[in-house]
């Protein structure tokens, strides 16, 4: 069992440029969400999902797009990359309800310049 | 907005003795989790409780829930270096979808 893949695991993008972080999960979740993490601020919850069509915002959801076209995949785009993007991203999945808690990808870390 | 405030910000004990990190939160909750994360690494989920729960134990884990003072507790007894992490704690309220609203978190460190 992979678990929740993110690719790729580090990118350094120029100011306006866009690209999509991957996240495709194998355990039939409903659930998936993505987090950005900052020193000092914990995990912001950007956009989430209950199940493939269904997409809504969470705290940050500006500069960000998701769709969810099958259960498995999940990804994250930036329309225009900014450096208030730096971060490190994580996605994460549950099935539904959460009983079992989420279980997290290994990050990517993103640098805006 | 956060939910979760953990407290000591930062812990330093010896191996073999007990860490007590707290979190208290602002709203109503369903149940809440805390989660482990080393250096560079993806968060793990330790454990959770739910709101009708007041004490949980996994392991050498030990949760436990106020919903009266809205806070919650995490004790790690006997603690090794490998428990060395950030700890946070997360919550998931009653909006019908189980996202979750972490805390700044802890960062334990256990010496040999």
């Known amino acids: 069992n992979a678990g929740v893949t993110q690719t790729p695991k580090f990118q350094v993008l120029k100011t306006g440029q866009s690209m999509t972080l991957q996240c495709a999960q194998d355990m039939n979740h409903e659930y998936m969400s993505w987090y950005r993490q900052d020193p000092g601020m914990g995990l912001r919850l950007i956009h989430y999902?209950?199940?493939?069509?269904?997409?809504d915002q969470g705290e940050v959801p500006n500069g960000y797009n998701v769709s969810r076209s099958t259960t498995e995949d999940f990804p994250l785009r930036l329309l225009s990359a900014a450096p208030s993007q730096t971060s490190v991203y994580f996605c994460?999945?549950?099935?539904?309800?959460?009983?079992?808690?989420?279980?997290f990808g290994s990050g990517t870390r993103l640098t805006v310049v | 907005s956060q939910q979760g405030e953990e407290d000591p910000q930062a812990l330093s004990i010896q191996e073999g003795e007990n860490a007590t990190m707290n979190c208290s939160y602002k709203?109503?909750?369903?149940?809440l989790q805390w989660y482990r994360q080393n250096s560079g690494r993806g968060l793990v989920h330790l454990i959770l409780i739910r709101s009708n729960e007041r004490e949980k134990h996994s392991g050498r884990l030990r949760v436990t829930l106020d919903t009266s003072k809205k806070s919650s507790s995490l004790l790690i007894t006997a603690s090794r270096a490998a428990d060395t992490a950030s700890y946070f704690c997360?919550?998931?309220?009653?909006?019908?979808?189980?996202?979750?609203?972490f805390g700044k978190g802890t960062m334990l460190l256990v010496s040999p």
């Open positions: 709203t109503s909750i369903n149940n």
């Open positions: 999902s209950v199940g493939a069509g269904i997409t």
């Open positions: 994460a999945s549950a099935s539904q309800g959460g009983n079992d808690g989420y279980t």
């Open positions: 997360a919550t998931v309220g009653y909006s019908g979808y189980s996202t979750l609203t």
